[in-house]
């Protein structure tokens, strides 16, 4: 097991950040840590990376204990923290030779243009940090957190700042290092984490609210949602009155959201609902729970 949570509680004077907080991360695993702002991520990253101590439990990354064998620990680890700090004035190929310096990387020249043409640094290796656009010094903290093999990568909000097109390159790595690497990444984007990650942790108000695969968890609703679209205008009343409507939303012309149990397959009593008011249904799609549904709906209790 690369990353193992025991039973961690982090105090910030009263404040609980982190309340019995317990979870594994195996072996070339990519799992997506979630939570609003204030839930608790970065405190967690911090006590991974040993940052900071936890107040209770305990935490191991490659068996090595974040407390009593911190040096080892850092070893193991690749970290991208939220806010990428980096030296400005210097420029991005002299930067990383740095960081592999302090490493004491063998054949670090070598070990720098890997990372230059793993992260695309290529056209920018020979500017300075600080005129760098925000997408290209994120890639820098990438690089920099790879450069000396390590074999858990902890990443705080990866992507921010990237276009569409950078931001396609960048998952594209996670998912090959995910490959040799364990990953562990925070980040607001839904999408990003439906595209990379094999497993999500859901963290709110600093206790662990899910734990599973991102396609167990969209199964897992109790609600389904109708998509229609009549051919004239209808009365939300009417469409409440039928037996197995929770609720229906207009969301534009004649075009309503219809939410019922999951149990209940509802597109068979809106035809008839539909034939019986000799009204015509243009589209009827049942649409697919999002994850960032399930987000809400875990974070919003």
Not at 137 to 153: E, F, N, S, T, W
Not at 200 to 228: P, R
């Amino acid at each position: 097991m690369s990353i193992k949570v025991n039973h961690i509680t982090k105090l910030y004077g009263t404040q609980k950040a982190l309340n019995d907080v317990s979870f594994e991360i195996g072996t070339n695993e990519i799992v997506g840590f979630l939570g609003p702002n204030g839930a608790g991520k970065s405190t967690m990253m911090k006590i991974l990376t040993c940052y900071i101590p936890p107040s209770e439990g305990s935490a191991t990354v490659c068996g090595f204990n974040t407390n009593e064998q911190s040096i080892e620990v850092r070893k193991q680890i690749g970290y991208l923290p939220e806010h990428n700090p980096l030296y400005l004035d210097m420029y991005v190929k002299e930067f990383l030779e740095f960081i592999g310096g302090l490493y004491n990387i063998k054949k670090a020249k070598e070990r720098v243009k890997e990372m230059i043409e793993a992260t695309g640094l290529q056209i920018e290796q020979n500017k300075k940090i600080g005129a760098l656009s925000k997408g290209y010094r994120q890639r820098v903290g990438l690089a920099q957190a790879m450069i000396h093999d390590p074999k858990v990568l902890i990443m705080d909000e990866p992507t921010t700042g990237l276009d569409p097109n950078q931001l396609e390159e960048i998952r594209g790595l996670i998912k090959k290092l995910g490959k040799q690497k364990t990953v562990m990444l925070s980040t607001h984007i839904m999408q990003e984490v439906e595209a990379v990650c094999d497993r999500v942790i859901i963290i709110n108000k600093g206790e662990i609210v899910a734990n599973d695969t991102t396609q167990t968890l969209q199964q897992n609703t109790s609600k389904q949602v109708i998509t229609v679209e009549f051919d004239q205008s209808i009365s939300v009343h009417s469409l409440k009155s039928l037996p197995s409507v929770e609720d229906a939303i207009l969301i534009g012309g004649n075009t309503w959201k219809i939410i019922s149990d999951l149990d209940k397959d509802i597109r068979k009593e809106l035809f008839n609902f539909a034939v019986t008011k000799q009204i015509g249904i243009l589209t009827l799609n049942k649409e697919e729970q999002k994850l960032e549904d399930v987000f809400k709906a875990l974070t919003k209790k």
